[in-house]
């Protein structure tokens, strides 16, 4: 089989799936999907590998899968991370301008970078993305590229994402344990972003809710950079879960009458409505009525909603979301709950999906493809930027050598 060359991967490693996909960049930062795998996740729980082997071998599945379809090998990929053990802070750091001119260097913005990512890390902790929010050279602010500038003062505020040391090398060794290199590993809500924000809601603020089986990540954007990021624990696994001990069907079942059936808001749903309900033991199925499935379902979306609503309170940035909120995983095709985010969380709400792909652009433009897709165009981007950059096989201990990409996150 070929090598892959030219082409991106992108692979998520998911609580109920692994997606992989290898894509054909474009030019206009548009990406071909030429091949897509997919393979039940086990070993996965909340965004941290729980069974080493078993993961590899999820990973394994959904590889090959996508090789055959794209006739090309995938042999190193652009690998996302999530779950509670990633955790964003806001930095600054601030420089003298060096040159007898005054003008702001390349170098400059280096340095100023790497004084805002002076920051304490516990030793248990590593930091894998330094995001660039603004400059300010002396006094003014809001400033996306101060190179070339005359000043005498440059200050830099910064996103800084941190991961466990031992979450991300477990991650990285089942994915190379698959036969996968590491290219890059990627916040899975900046790759999730990348498929599915505009430029324009990125810049007005804008809170992208990732619902996952295992975890709703979130991010807020404002001004084009990112603000503020979570995971918490809670996503359609816990729907799934209300409905096998509600309606005391096994949780297959339970899954399969939320995908069909399933409505986070009661009132949306007809009186007459009727619901078939499988029981344990082998005896005769039970028919319930749909109201008390969504009566089941509510309380959970809500209380969910509810946590997004407090995470964005304790961001600071609750007042900044002009453009509201976009809903995307898996989690966010359950009838109603747009209609739910909305009145919990007082702004406007929609579903997005990945759109404008070429290929076989169907089998990714679904919610659950998201973060798989964002990585892939992550990919092209950064691969577009600097071509030059040869692709290493990931070390943890070599984190500290993405200081050369910094600035390319955010131009
Ligand atoms: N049509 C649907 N209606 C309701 N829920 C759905 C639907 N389709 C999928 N889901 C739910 O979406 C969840 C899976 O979403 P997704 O594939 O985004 O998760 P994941 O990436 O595997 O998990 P995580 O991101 O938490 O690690 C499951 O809980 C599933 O029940
Ligand atoms: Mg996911």
Not at 85 to 92: D, F
Not at 123 to 143: A, C, K, S, T, Y
């Amino acid at each position: 089989m070929a090598r892959a060359g030219t082409h991106i991967v992108g692979l998520d490693i998911g609580t109920t799936k692994v997606c992989v996909l290898i894509a054909e960049p474009r030019s206009g930062g548009t990406i071909d999907i030429i091949g897509h795998g997919s393979a039940p996740s086990r070993g996965m729980r909340k965004g941290v590998v729980v069974n080493l082997d078993s993961c590899v071998a999820s990973i394994k599945q959904a590889v090959e899968e996508a090789e055959l379809v794209a006739g090309c090998t995938a042999d190193r990929a652009f690998v996302g991370v999530a779950g509670a053990h990633v955790r964003g802070l806001n930095s600054r750091g601030v420089v003298a301008v060096s040159g007898r001119d005054h003008e702001v260097t390349r170098d400059d913005v280096q340095r100023v970078l790497a004084s805002a990512r002076a920051v304490n890390i516990p030793p248990d902790r590593e930091i894998f993305h330094v995001l660039p929010q603004e400059f300010m050279v002396d006094d003014q602010e809001g400033i996306h590229d101060p190179a070339g500038m005359s000043g005498s003062k440059l200050q830099a505020n910064v996103h800084i994402v941190t991961a466990s040391v031992t979450a991300a090398q477990n991650l990285v060794n089942s994915v190379n344990r698959a036969g996968v290199e590491v290219e890059e590993i990627v916040l899975e809500q900046l790759a999730a972003a990348e498929a599915v924000l505009t430029p324009d809601e990125k810049e007005m603020g804008v809170a992208l809710i990732d619902i996952g089986a295992g975890t709703t990540d979130l991010v807020i954007f404002e001004r084009g950079a990112i603000r503020h990021i979570a995971a918490l624990p809670a996503g359609g696994e816990n729907v799934t879960n209300d409905i096998a001990v509600g309606l005391r069907t096994p949780i297959p079942e339970a899954e399969r009458i939320k995908k069909k059936h399933g409505c986070a808001l009661a009132g949306l749903v007809g009186e007459e409505d009727t619901v078939e309900v499988p029981t344990v033991g082998g005896r005769k199925p039970r028919v319930l009525s749909r109201t008390l499935l969504c009566e089941i379902i509510q309380p959970r979306v809500e209380e969910i909603f509810a946590l997004i609503a407090e995470e964005f309170a304790r961001s600071a940035f609750d007042r900044s979301l002009h453009a509201g909120v976009v809903l995307t995983g898996g989690g966010s095709m359950l009838e109603g709950i747009q209609e739910v985010a909305e009145r919990t969380l007082n702004v406007p709400v929609r579903r997005g999906a990945p759109a404008g792909l070429g290929g076989l652009a169907e089998a990714a433009a679904t919610p659950q493809h998201s973060t798989a897709v964002g990585l892939a165009l992550y990919g092209a981007r950064r691969r577009a930027e600097a071509p030059a950059r040869v692709p290493h096989p990931f070390v943890l201990s070599r984190m500290g050598d993405m200081v050369k990409g910094w600035l390319s996150e955010l131009f």
